[in-house]
């Protein structure tokens, strides 16, 4: 901070850029007409999202961050969630309020005596110079005692005082990287074996940044684009829980995502959206949980202030990202989560097994138990068993008491499909016309309800499945979603045609108590490392297993 108007200048940036070092000085977005409008997001959120995007994205560590003005005030909410990444903090004229509240900040971050008061204190006594001013110490290293870790870095930055950076001498300029690779190794591309160097735990890079392994793309493509290696471990904000992921399932929207066709934020961003793991670190303010809880992460992270939330209808919140999508996921030895998404899991059950929950699972009850509500009595056709959603059905209809009809393009899922419950069978590669065998099944009535997560290419014989009266739910289009449609239909039979869409928390919970006291589980089809994530997808692109897939963190 500095003294009021007087600092209020570029001063202190230029003379940042002008020794040479990494300096991020952020202004408010948005300040000065040419820039406002009146469709952007000004707030203090998005702004800790840009600083998030450059700070990632320019690889920075240990920096050292000058905010001014209303810029101060961003700059100083983002290291309150940041602390061990900075070096420094400089907040300049920022108003009597928050200048207290960054007196106090500076005060901790450097230990100092007295205050910097001017530019020129700040450019003699700060962070700028040798010996200026002091890095924190560093974090506790997660997963202690191993060895390694503490050793790769971690034993000898708590001896150092000053920042490495700050040692150099002068003149001598620091290796250049290419963005967005700012760890101490390089990242390979994802589908070959890796030699961890140590496994099960965030490494502390040489300047003294957790560094954890995990599955990211920086640009969108093909599997190729999946690249294996080093991302920041993150930190625990306000309300947050960071999760030491144990394994994490893999859904056709990874898919989907990795190519580009659904949303993903900023890049570079690590891909995941189920997780289950154990909870690592607890940020301020969490209660109810303790490191090593075992559990499963609710994938949508709702803003629990808009209209739908305040209502208690968030799975229509206005702000909801997905983790994995829009957000950081779970392919990853560490996933920061809001601990309102946390939910227990079983003593009994495997991370595998919990891990397929989250997406699949509370999918199928989402449109079994909210949308269509199934009841015993009833007979209901499921599409593509084999499928993580069509597997998680058969076996939330069985629990329910229905009467399960499933469908699958091959013998032996059809017959996997009787082991789990199924009544009866349909191999729709050799019954194109599936409707007239699910008739001949029902006395000719047909379903009460079908249960599709296939789309265009079974639409027509789903709909003749139906009975009058019937319900459809749909949950994926995966075999294609443009369709000619014959309205006359619904005016002759009374069905009615559902969507899916997004999911609510309580339903989670509702799940979760079906998977705690009444015996539903998952269906794990294979396993693989984190490291073979892009083998991973290509098995998922070619649809020949059963249940889900999931890849295990070491
Ligand atoms: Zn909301």
Redesign the pocket.
Known sequence: HGGGLNAHTWDLVCASLRTERHCLALDQRGHGDSEWSPEMDYGIESHAADIDAFVDRLGLDRFVLVGMSLGGVNALAWASAHSQRLAGLVIVDVGPEVRQAGVRKIAAFTSEATPLDSVEDFVARGPLRPGGLRAPPPAPVVGGGQGRVSDAGGARSRKRRVPRRGRRAPGQRSPRRPLGQSGARRPHRAGRQSGWSARGAAQISRRGVRRMKAVYIAETGGPDKLIFGDRPDPDAGPGDVVVRVRATALNHADLSIRAGRSATGTLPRILGLDIAGEVARLGPGVTGWKEGDRVVVENRV?????T??ALGR?EF????KRLGGELDGGHAQYCKVPAVNLQRIPDWMEFDEASTLPLAGHTAWHCLIERVQLQPWEDILIQAVGSGVGSFGLLMAKSIGARAIVTAGSDWKLAKAKELGADEVINYTATPKFSQRVKELTDGRGVDVVFDCVGATVWDESLASLKPGGRLVITGTTSGSQIPFNLGLLQSRPLTLMGSGARSRRSFAAMMHMVHYGGLRGVVGRTFDLADAAKAHEVMAGRDFFGKLVLRVP
Not at 302 to 306: L, M, T
Request: hydrophobic share 10%; charged share 35%; glycine share 8%.
């Open positions: 709702k803003c629990g202030v808009c739908p939330c968030d919140c206005e702000r909801q």
